[in-house]
């Protein structure tokens, strides 16, 4: 197994239909970011042992019917999980040479969960891509939460943003987020809507305002928008969906537990509507 190399795009290939998908995020952000890009599996549940059709999600060599035969079987053994894992990981590095990868492409084999994987790579990691229908026990939610540094969720089909969302709540975690935007290189060139969700307060126009000249300042291009509603994850969809816009960014689960036992929270429910890649901030 390669080690983690720090500052790495981690793909994780837990998704069998977003696989493609997952790679191409990655590759796209690795060229941004001038980061190695990690391909990551991590080996099922020792207690789930049924296999996972990953059949045909690439199809890069030879080795195609092998996934097909594993998919047909009701049950695998541990080393016909692991031999299932080499296969798609294989086929992944072939896809990125195929694509012509800017970066180094190494590959990651995990004897334990996603789960489990999500915590060994958050120290090193700069950047960590997943499908959104995960395979895993975990959901989604769960996984996000495990996270300690940005994590790009993306659907079954990538296609590359020239502009982004970013959902500013004036939260802790939207200021860290505010902060690591000015820094990285994943927007460069890209147009930044700083859209907050609130009372037209004196307030909240200040924080926006703020918000927008650090991005400005930091020489990215940007527009600024506060919307006055309650449901915040629609008003975000919506502005999202009328201006076209590729990546929507925020931070996850800044809201307190209470707060979210309550009204619910907005970061589920974008993770459950948005169809577009989701940049989440962590809450560390």
């Given amino acids: 197994m390669s080690n983690l190399k720090p500052n790495s795009v981690v793909a994780c290939l837990d998704c069998p239909e977003h696989v493609p998908a997952v790679l191409n995020a990655s590759l796209w952000a690795s060229t941004r970011l001038q980061a190695p890009i990690g391909l990551l599996y991590a080996m099922p549940n020792v207690h789930q042992k049924s296999a996972i059709n990953y059949s045909g999600c690439l199809n890069i060599d030879d080795e195609s019917h092998l996934l097909d035969q594993f998919t047909n ?12 894992g080499k296969i798609l990981l294989h086929q992944a590095s072939s896809y990125c040479a195929q694509q012509n990868a800017k970066q180094n492409v190494y590959t990651l084999y995990r004897h334990e969960t996603l789960g489990k994987s999500i915590d060994y790579i958050n120290d090193k990691a700069q950047l960590t891509v997943i499908g959104h229908h995960v395979t895993c026990k975990a959901t989604l939610s769960e996984l996000v939460r495990l996270s300690h540094c940005p994590i790009l969720v993306t659907h079954a089909a990538f296609t590359p943003p020239n502009e982004a969302l970013f959902a500013f709540d004036n939260r802790m975690t939207a200021h860290k987020m505010l902060n ?3 820094k990285t290189q994943l927007i460069r060139t890209m147009t930044v809507h700083v859209v907050m969700v609130g ?7 200040d924080a ?3 918000a927008y000249a650090r991005l400005k300042q930091a020489g990215i291009q940007c527009k600024k928008q ?3 509603y309650r449901d915040v994850s629609a008003a ?5 969906s009328e201006h076209n816009i590729g990546l929507l ?17 907005d970061t589920k429910k974008l993770l459950s509507c948005v169809k ?7 809450k560390f």
């Fill in 226 to 228: 506060l919307l006055d």
């Fill in 236 to 240: 975000i969809s919506y502005y999202q």
């Fill in 180 to 182: 690591w935007l000015c």
């Fill in 208 to 210: 926006l305002r703020e």
């Fill in 199 to 205: 009372k037209d307060t004196s307030e909240n126009r």
């Fill in 276 to 282: 577009t890649p989701y940049l989440l901030f962590p």
């Fill in 249 to 265: 960014m925020s931070g996850a689960f800044g809201q307190s537990r209470f707060r979210q036992l309550l009204q619910g929270s």
């Fill in 73 to 84: 079987q009701e049950h695998l053994t541990s080393c016909e999980l692991k031999t299932q």
